[in-house]
């Protein structure tokens, strides 16, 4: 299926200031990739070319954002940029309260220790890293209740995101409503392959959720990019704006976490949102020991009014026809190519199928962290790893195997160019076409959090 959009887009925007990129020998790329372990996250990144690590805190702000960085109120409680950023997730989101966190994981952990107890379930359309380690610190356990689609890199369906409303259903009638403090949403959903749900989905899952009072809580990470799929392939959402569809799914939902590093273009930032007010004042409390004063959180005057102002850019049609424009540009470009990839196109990067473009090799040779590092070797691109060693290890030991083993190719926002685009498919290209000659990893480290950041690894033989 071709998303070409009908008409070339451009960014809306021209470019004030550059950063110079390095450029690197082979002979540099080798012994760097040594160096870190062919873990790409341990390699320096002045040492990189073009960095498709991830898409969070990597975006480049507007001139009016680093003008709010300049109007920081830097006290420590009760900062004008506090209220201003309040005032605006009300606004653009339509939560009644938000507490700042220093990142996401912040905002997670919080709700986490509030809402979970120990052996309850909480299912959600699909495990993201951070956000399922939170959970079963607090002592519940993750179920997934995504799609099947969403499992299978070739399947098309629009909405990949999408919870499978029968599971959901015969989970509240094995464990029963009062074992499920909430169902964990998320909105383009990034294990997926940045696949979006859509509004009709979301409906039904309230409906079912207000019938049993369960929560629904939303990681509204990527929520604009969500908003311009459902604005693109969702019937009767047409003619309505970004802005508008991103109100419309927060209301399906009763409070959320965000890390405002990917959609909201700030390179540091998140908050928790919520509707309820004994959940907000109980999360109030507890954000002064985890984070800071629940007017800060962790962050600075200038970093909350940087946000407040790119929560809004965020959701401007324009932007995010560019945003996901470019993204499409290349999916289409290694498509072409004959490059294995996630399809549809998903919102925040293009994810390679490792298992298909490296089919000789078997799960526990690590696929995906193979491909990352090899794609590095060839051009200085870093990417990540989203297969086995992300998905880490069951609370008994075992790996977990998923079925999707992804290279993540993550494109910031406002960042790079079309030509950018076209190196990279064409370093791709290049790997491909020696891929019978690539072999496997062993791992030599593993730390027991998050291994994925920290792990180490060397070249079977
Ligand atoms: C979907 C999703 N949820 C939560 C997080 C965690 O946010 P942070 O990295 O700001 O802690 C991320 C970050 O990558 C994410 O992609």
Same mark, same amino acid.
């Given at each position: 299926m071709k998303q070409q959009m009908k008409w070339s887009w451009a960014e809306p925007y021209k470019i004030k200031m550059v950063e110079l990129l390095k450029m690197t020998t082979p002979g540099q790329r080798k012994k760097a990739m040594q160096e870190a372990g062919f873990n790409t996250f341990l390699l320096k990144s002045e040492d990189v070319y073009i960095d498709l690590l991830t898409d969070s805190g990597t975006s480049a702000m507007?001139?009016?954002?680093?003008?709010?960085?300049?109007?920081?109120?830097?006290?420590y409680a009760g900062s004008r940029n506090f209220y201003h950023l309040e005032q605006v997730v009300?606004?653009?989101?339509g939560y009644k309260?938000?507490?700042?966190?220093?990142?996401?994981?912040?905002?997670?952990?919080?709700?986490?220790?509030?809402?979970?107890?120990?052996?309850?379930?909480?299912?959600? $359309? &699909?495990?993201?890293?951070?956000?399922?380690?939170? @959970?079963? /610190?607090?002592?519940? #356990?993750?179920e997934d209740i995504i799609i099947d689609e969403a499992h299978d890199p070739e399947n098309e369906f629009p909405f990949k995101g999408n919870v499978n409303i029968e599971k959901?259903?015969?989970?509240?009638?094995?464990?029963g409503a009062e074992k499920i403090p909430y169902i964990s949403?998320?909105?383009?959903? $990034? &294990?997926?392959?940045?696949?979006?749900?859509?509004? @009709?989905? /979301?409906?039904?899952? #309230?409906?079912?959720?207000?019938?049993?009072?369960?929560?629904?809580?939303?990681?509204?990470?990527?929520v604009a990019e969500n908003a311009f799929f459902i604005q693109q392939r969702e019937k009767g959402y047409d003619k309505k704006s970004v802005a508008e569809i991103v109100k419309e799914i927060c209301s399906c939902t009763d409070g959320a976490t965000m890390s405002a590093k990917k959609d909201a273009l700030v390179n540091i930032g998140g908050f928790l949102a919520i509707n309820d007010w004994d959940v907000f004042e109980e999360a109030r409390n507890m954000v002064v020991v985890y984070e800071g004063l629940h007017t800060y959180g962790g962050l600075a005057g200038r970093d909350m009014e940087a946000m407040a102002i790119g929560i809004g850019e965020s959701v401007d049609d324009n932007h995010i026809k560019a945003r996901i424009g470019q993204v499409i540009y290349l999916g289409e470009k290694m498509i072409d190519f004959g490059i294995?990839?996630?399809?549809?196109?998903?919102?925040?990067?293009?994810?390679?199928?490792?298992?298909?473009?490296?089919p000789h090799l078997s799960q526990d040779a690590f696929p995906a962290q193979t491909l990352a590092a090899e794609v590095y070797l060839d051009s200085g691109i870093r990417t990540m790893e989203r297969g086995v060693v992300s998905a880490g290890r069951k609370a008994n030991g075992e790996n977990y195997y998923p079925k999707l083993e992804l290279v993540r190719f993550t494109i910031p926002r406002r960042v790079y160019t079309q030509a950018h685009m076209d190196v990279i498919a064409e370093s791709t290209l290049r790997v491909f076409e020696r891929r019978n000659k690539i072999k496997g990893l062993e791992m030599v480290y593993e730390p027991k959090y998050l291994r994925f950041f920290q792990a180490?690894?060397?070249?079977?033989q």
């Open positions: 507007s001139d009016r954002q680093w003008a709010g960085m300049m109007m920081g109120d830097e006290a009300r606004d653009v989101y309260y938000m507490i700042p966190t220093h990142q996401g994981r912040g905002a997670e952990n919080i709700l986490s220790k509030i809402l979970i107890k120990k052996g309850d379930i909480i299912p959600g $359309n &699909m495990y993201f890293t951070t956000t399922r380690l939170h @959970q079963e /610190l607090a002592g519940g #356990r993750f959901l259903t015969k989970l509240i009638a094995k464990h949403i998320a909105t383009s959903v $990034n &294990m997926a392959g940045g696949q979006p749900i859509s509004m @009709q989905n /979301l409906k039904e899952l #309230r409906k079912l959720t207000t019938k049993h009072g369960i929560r629904i809580i939303h990681d509204m990470t990527r294995p990839i996630v399809k549809p196109i998903g919102g925040h990067g293009i994810f390679v199928d490792a298992k298909k473009f490296l180490r690894f060397k070249k079977l």
